[in-house]
């Protein structure tokens, strides 16, 4: 074999090796491994929002959550969760109970876990994955059910109680805004509501009617920083 063709060769196993390499790093994107577990149910450029549902007794193998600021919205009553670490941060962390309506907002670097649902109660949450400027904040922070208000210098989350058959409008004057729907006191959901999550870019407006039989809380999260 000429030196000219060895060189050509290296270069196809090169190519061959990088390819297999970003297709491993994308197969462990959870909504495309693990879609039983993990829905996408909306994504722009402001936020990526991941339905996420571990079955009671569920055991997921690893895969990854990239970096940077994340809102979890727990959309159940549920019992704690093992997320096995592995990479730079190898250890393993067990997420406390938590109650429908309850709120975390967490800032880190790329995750490579497991997930393990030892209770006999499924977890359902959203994973609302925050494209914006984060400007500065250094988020760290649990908002339970009953705390109205929060904001920094990246969101500003405000919670409004709606009664059945009553109506309310949400308007998104000066920002783009991302609308939640829970229900406190849910242990277990079959199926998630069609308007359990929408958009609302700036400018536009949504009247949102609760048709079910129990109170509903909107969850408001306002854009206060741009696309990164």
Do not use: C
């Not at 959550?65 to 093992?82: E, F, M, P, R």
């Not at 649902?117 to 994955?129: H, V, Y």
């Not at 059910?145 to 990246?154: D, H, T």
């Not at 308007?171 to 242990?187: D, F, S, W, Y």
């Amino acid at each position: 074999m000429t030196q000219n063709a060895q060189m050509k060769n290296a270069l196809r196993f090169a190519v061959m090796a990088t390819v297999g390499l970003t297709t491993g790093v994308w197969a462990q994107d959870p909504t495309t491994s693990l879609p039983d577990a993990y829905k996408l149910e909306l994504e722009n450029d402001y936020v990526r929002v991941v339905r996420v549902h571990y079955d009671a007794g569920a055991k997921l193998p690893e895969h990854t959550h990239a970096a940077g600021t994340t809102v979890y919205v727990y959309l159940n009553d549920s019992d704690g969760v093992v997320f096995k670490h592995s990479g730079n941060n190898n250890r393993s962390v067990t997420r406390p109970a938590v109650k429908a309506g309850a709120i975390r907002i967490s800032t880190g670097g790329e995750e490579h876990h497991t997930a393990e649902n030892n209770s006999e109660t499924p977890s359902d949450f959203l994973r609302i994955w925050l494209k914006t400027d984060n400007a500065g904040a250094r988020n760290m922070r649990r908002v339970p059910p009953g705390e109205l208000e929060y904001s920094n210098k990246q969101i500003r989350i405000t919670r409004i109680k709606v009664e059945p058959g009553q109506k309310t409008l949400i308007e998104a004057k000066h920002e783009p805004a991302l609308r939640i729907m829970a229900q406190q006191g849910m242990t277990y959901w079959k199926t998630l509501p069609a308007n359990l999550v929408k958009w609302l870019d700036k400018g536009t407006t949504e009247e949102f009617t609760n048709v079910g039989d129990g109170p509903r809380d909107l969850i408001r999260i306002d854009f206060l920083t741009g696309p990164k």
